[in-house]
């Protein structure tokens, strides 16, 4: 058996009628979600669903996102929609994905993780605690059970050391034939994210700027979105755009901009060639200080290291 997640997976249609076999009326739900493609806009855009599996048999799934039903809460991560078939129950297989989220939200650095259920008697077994009462987003009563993370022991350094192994498997699998051009303008194949961010075309996006808005949808990809271009790049108001990540008060925004310019101008490929030439001579953090002074000086120095 082992542990593998849907959204960077090549078989969704395969383990999508697996969920669907599920006799539990939240597992359909999900299956429904996952069909409208709703699930990440529900739960947060970095929510991953992990599935137990026997070969090509679904054993067990449950989803590891920043939100759950309990909404709207600062209580992040959360495990929701977890279940195990019955062929396989009395096993503890859900301890196998229990222990695999709180893996990955150890690296993540979080104090807690959270369940929001009504079974009691079931997460106790797995080192959980009831926490207190919260309605959930159909206005019923919750259970809140939590999970220390952050105590120092081998129990932590176990999962630190499994959550950095397997968050950088769902990372590579995220990154496969993905574009890593960002919406807005940058090179997600040279941001210093690029061993825990999947890039923002992803299906494991975790830029740090799209972060702090709703569901972790950054604008500037919303807006693209919407007007169905393939980036800022494209944009005719490009030039004059103060939205999201070009907010003139925001760290960064000159030299996104100026990046974003030079894509319209020069294209993809010899904007990765560029970045290459930089990332030789500066670390991420001082590319973008060097290119942040203002948008023309950035684009000035991009030119000129493109006809070096």
């Known amino acids: 058996m082992r542990v593998i997640e849907y959204f960077t997976t090549d078989k969704k249609e395969h383990w999508l009628n697996e969920i669907e076999k599920c006799d539990w009326g939240a597992g359909q739900y999900l299956c429904q979600l996952l069909r409208e493609n709703k699930l990440k806009k529900m739960v947060g855009q970095t929510a991953l669903l992990l599935m137990l599996v026997d070969e090509d048999r679904l054993v067990a799934f449950c989803s590891f996102a920043p939100l759950d039903d309990?909404?709207?809460?600062?209580?992040?991560?959360?495990?929701?929609?977890?279940?195990?078939?019955?062929?396989?129950?009395?096993?503890?297989?859900?301890?196998?994905?229990?222990?695999?989220?709180?893996?990955?939200?150890?690296?993540?650095?979080?104090?807690?993780?959270?369940?929001?259920?009504?079974?009691?008697?079931?997460?106790?077994?797995?080192?959980?605690?009831?926490?207190?009462?919260?309605?959930?987003?159909?206005?019923?009563?919750?259970?809140?059970?939590?999970?220390?993370?952050?105590?120092?022991?081998?129990?932590?350094?176990?999962?630190?050391?499994?959550?950095?192994?397997?968050?950088?498997?769902?990372?590579?699998?995220?990154?496969?034939?993905?574009?890593?051009?960002?919406?807005?303008?940058?090179?997600?194949?040279?941001?210093?994210?690029?061993?825990?961010?999947?890039?923002?075309?992803?299906?494991?996006?975790?830029c740090s700027y799209g972060a702090f808005h709703e569901s972790g949808e950054c604008p500037n990809i919303k807006c693209c979105q919407e007007k169905g271009i393939d980036g800022c790049y494209e944009c005719h108001e490009l030039e004059k755009c103060t939205k999201g990540f070009y907010q003139p008060d925001n760290d960064g925004a000159n030299a996104c901009k100026a990046q974003a310019m030079f894509i319209h101008k020069y294209g993809k490929e010899k904007f990765f060639a560029v970045h290459d030439r930089l990332q030789g001579l500066y670390d991420f953090k001082k590319t973008q200080e060097v290119l942040d002074t203002s948008i023309e000086e950035g684009l000035k120095i991009l030119e000129n290291t493109l006809l070096d």
């Open 70 to 206: 309990i909404q709207p809460t600062d209580l992040s991560p959360w495990i929701g929609f977890l279940y195990t078939f019955p062929d396989y129950r009395g096993h503890r297989y859900a301890g196998i994905l229990l222990d695999y989220a709180e893996s990955i939200a150890t690296v993540m650095e979080r104090e807690y993780i959270y369940i929001s259920t009504n079974h009691t008697g079931l997460y106790e077994k797995y080192g959980y605690e009831f926490y207190k009462m919260e309605k959930d987003i159909g206005g019923e009563d919750s259970r809140v059970y939590r999970k220390a993370l952050a105590v120092e022991g081998e129990d932590k350094d176990r999962r630190y050391e499994n959550g950095a192994i397997w968050k950088a498997q769902i990372v590579k699998a995220a990154r496969n034939g993905v574009d890593m051009t960002a919406y807005c303008g940058f090179s997600c194949n040279h941001c210093f994210l690029g061993e825990w961010c999947g890039g923002c075309r992803s299906a494991f996006s975790c």
